[in-house]
Nanobody, 125 residues
Framework: QLQLVESGGGLVQPGGSLRLSCDVS????????IGWFRQAPGKEREGVSC????????YYTNSVKGRFAISRDNARKTVYLQMTDLKAEDAGVYYC??????????????????WGQGTQVTVSS
């Protein structure tokens, strides 16, 4: 069955780095888009970055451009989110999700059908 499993979250100081992984099983990723969303307490879920698995096309929300990098390993069916220069406002639960629709200018939750359980990212000194 389809599974998305996130890993790599943790506690990091401001300015630090983390790399999140999303391992996908039970589904062909040939035409899929994998996205990373985050949700902080009391805030709405926000699309952070996504990648179109067959073309490598990417999207980043403005607040992470230049600091985060999304990449994929199609053979391993894994998507990574390298996060650098982390700020307090980057903290939250990070979810990876699988969808069928890719845009290079926006991310919307309703375009994603399957979700992982999330991994916590805490940015604190």
């Amino acid at each position: 069955q389809l599974q998305l499993v996130e890993s790599g979250g943790g506690l990091v100081q401001p300015g630090g780095s983390l790399r999140l992984s999303c391992d996908v099983s039970g589904f062909s990723l040939d035409y899929a888009t994998i996205g990373w969303f985050r949700q902080a307490p009391g805030k709405e879920r926000e699309g952070v970055s996504c990648i179109k698995m067959n073309t490598g096309g990417t999207y980043y929300t403005n607040s992470v451009k230049g600091r985060f990098a999304i990449s994929r390993d199609n053979a391993r069916k894994t998507v990574y989110l390298q996060m650098t220069d982390l700020k307090a406002e980057d903290a939250g639960v990070y979810y990876c999700a699988l969808g069928r629709t890719y845009h290079d200018f926006k991310m919307e939750s309703h375009d994603y059908d399957y979700w992982g359980q999330g991994t916590q990212v805490t940015v604190s000194s």
